[in-house]
């Protein structure tokens, strides 16, 4: 292993993923995503903007059998997924505003994205340009909606985490025929407002809307120590690769 990479645990080490030792790195985030994709073995996934492949491989970890694509910009962290995938995983280097041709002729049970957060219009850019371009919002937010959806087959499943505060910009974005939205407020602790949501829309679905209760993340009201103090619901969807059923 080079001296710019890292190799760590995820899912309490069921999962082990390369990544670059400075850069962005995979956090819960993808994990969580992953945890709430009700996929089936048999049922094929696109992975919007996939990174090393953190999202993709957690969920093939849960849920065996299923046909994993993941697109990724950046050709270093392509290299990666490819790498931390193997068969497993396959890895297409593309904008998803540029998608080859042979991808855009395909359709998904499931499409995840994890899109950058950040709108840089607001915030400060990061050092490291892998972190720049994984975090900083280039691409609309609502281009990464719109891709998600076009790659659906009819009744399949989109599912986006996003910070909270874009929440009616990713509603907004849903094209005509996205139904039966969901969305799952995180926070943090108990008393503090959401921090994250994760949505899901279905292909022609006709549901009624659906706001979950927030999942607390922690327990306590504060941060108190550097020990783990995530709820157990959410450590076993961490330490232990379960469902985060909604």
């Not at 190799?7 to 956090?27: E, K, M, N, S, V």
């Not at 407020?185 to 921090?195: D, I, N, Q």
């Amino acid at each position: 292993m080079t001296p710019d990479l890292t190799r760590d645990a995820f899912l309490g080490g069921r999962l082990h993923l390369y990544q670059p030792r400075l850069g962005y790195r995979a956090g819960v985030d993808p994990v969580l995503l992953a945890a709430s994709v009700p996929a089936q073995a048999g049922q094929s996934v696109l992975d919007l903007g996939c990174g090393v492949g953190a999202a993709a491989l957690c969920l093939a970890a849960r849920v065996p059998g299923l046909a994993l694509t993941g697109v990724e910009m950046q050709p270093e962290y392509a290299a990666l997924a490819r790498r931390n995938g193997g068969d497993d995983l396959e890895v297409v280097t593309a904008d998803i505003n540029a998608l080859p041709v042979e991808l855009r002729q395909r359709q998904f049970d499931h499409v995840i994205t994890n899109p950058p957060y950040f709108d840089r219009s607001a915030s400060g850019s990061a050092r490291n340009a892998g972190r720049e371009t994984a975090l900083g919002e280039t691409t609309p937010l609502a281009d990464w909606v719109k891709a998600a959806a076009k790659r659906l087959k009819p009744k399949g499943y989109a599912h986006i985490i996003h910070r909270a505060e874009r929440l009616p910009d990713i509603l907004g974005a849903l094209p005509n025929g996205m139904g039966s939205i969901e969305v799952l407020p995180l926070s943090p602790r108990v008393g503090r407002l959401a921090e994250l949501v994760i949505v899901r829309a279905r292909k022609n679905g006709r549901g009624a809307f659906k706001l979950h209760p927030p999942l607390i993340l922690h327990k306590g009201a504060r941060h108190e120590s550097d020990a783990d103090s995530y709820v157990p619901r959410v450590k076993s969807v961490l330490r232990d690769g379960a469902a985060l059923d909604f």
